[in-house]
């Protein structure tokens, strides 16, 4: 009798016992997060995707009950700090937000230390920036027409400033030389806030940034700006022509922004960080302040794993091509 009642308990231990064998079940069911999350930027603090980390943190802490972290970890075009996510145990603690340079790197290096294509988990997209091109408050061309003249005569004494090889505004300038047909010098700053600094001092002639980055300067008057390089005006810069109404048709460029988690990540934790990333976006005050820096969040079906994972696939395929026919490479 001692013995079945044994067999019994050991059985009903087994039973119990069984769903954490489940895959998933276990981080399912376990009480995450129960301790702070760190988002990796790969960019210097005060830049646009700095920026768009911080209000989407804030907001997605109070949704998970537990603080987000924003550590920036500049460097080597953003592929320091993915490679630190890449790297990272996946358990969910560790993310990254990254903008297009997710869709640029796999063409751009030809050697890293991490699979930049297969190396993460898609969370969800975040907002999809609007670039302007804008030069030093005393830059001699009036508007975008000028520019393309100045820039053609001069060439080489122009400085075409940028946050690093890789980032958003290098790809944005290479764009740009290519739809003007000539080469200016390219000076690469390790970020964009320093870049802007030696911008509005008059250190360097162009820029071409975020608007996130740019809305404020160019409202205040501090820099030049020529044109906002999507298919309409921007609502945050109604004054500001697209690149196609001053004279530079076909020419538009986005800066779109994305969460990751490391390749291995647990779907149940990708999907409440989904979860978190959709009430943050539907935040009054992030959208106001989104608009406030000429952007705005995407939508909710957007800031899904399956919707992310197919526009980043599909951003590589596009770059590929592009970056290839330029030749110019971050190694």
């Known amino acids: 009798m001692q013995n079945i009642t044994r067999r019994r308990a050991l059985a009903l231990g087994v039973a119990l016992a ?13 009480a995450y997060p129960n301790r702070p999350i760190t988002i990796i ?16 943190a804030e907001v997605m802490a109070r949704d998970l009950g537990q603080p987000v972290v924003v550590e920036n970890v500049g460097g080597a075009g953003g592929t320091l700090g993915a490679q630190r996510v890449a790297q990272a145990r996946p358990d969910g603690y560790t993310l990254l937000l990254h903008h297009i340079g997710m869709g640029t790197t796999p063409s751009l290096y030809r050697r890293l230390a991490y699979d930049a294509v297969n190396g993460f988990e898609p969370i ?11 030069a030093k408050k005393d ?26 090889v890789g980032a958003a505004s290098h790809i944005c300038g290479l764009l740009l030389q ?23 001092g008059g250190t ?78 539907r935040d009054e005050r992030l959208v106001a302040r989104f608009a406030e820096l000429g952007t705005a969040p995407v939508t909710q079906e957007q800031a899904t794993p399956e919707y992310h994972r197919r526009y980043w696939q599909a951003d590589i395929a596009k770059w590929r091509p592009i970056i290839q026919a330029a030749g110019q490479y971050a190694d």
């Open 139 to 164: 830059f001699p061309a009036n508007n975008l027409a000028e520019l393309i003249q100045v820039m053609r005569e001069r060439k080489q004494d122009i400085n075409l400033a940028n946050a690093g």
């Open 204 to 281: 360097v002639d162009l820029m071409c940034d975020q608007t996130t980055n740019t809305t404020q300067q160019i409202n205040s008057g501090a820099v030049k700006a020529y044109a906002v390089t999507t298919a309409t005006r921007n609502a945050a810069l109604p004054n500001l022509p697209t690149a196609a109404e001053a004279g530079l048709p076909g020419f538009e460029v986005s800066v779109w922004h994305g969460l990751y988690a490391p390749k291995g990540t647990d779907s149940a934790i990708v999907n409440r960080l989904s979860r978190a990333l959709q009430v943050a976006l």
């Open 41 to 56: 930027v790969p960019f210097a603090a005060g830049g646009p995707t700095d920026v768009v980390t911080r209000l989407a």
């Open 124 to 134: 969800g997209l975040v907002t999809e920036v609007p670039m302007t091109i804008i």
């Open 178 to 200: 290519s739809a003007v047909q000539t080469q200016v010098t390219t000076v690469p700053y390790r970020g964009t806030g320093p870049a802007m600094t030696d911008l509005i």
């Open 18 to 30: 069984a769903p954490a064998l489940i895959p998933g079940f276990a981080w399912a069911q376990a």
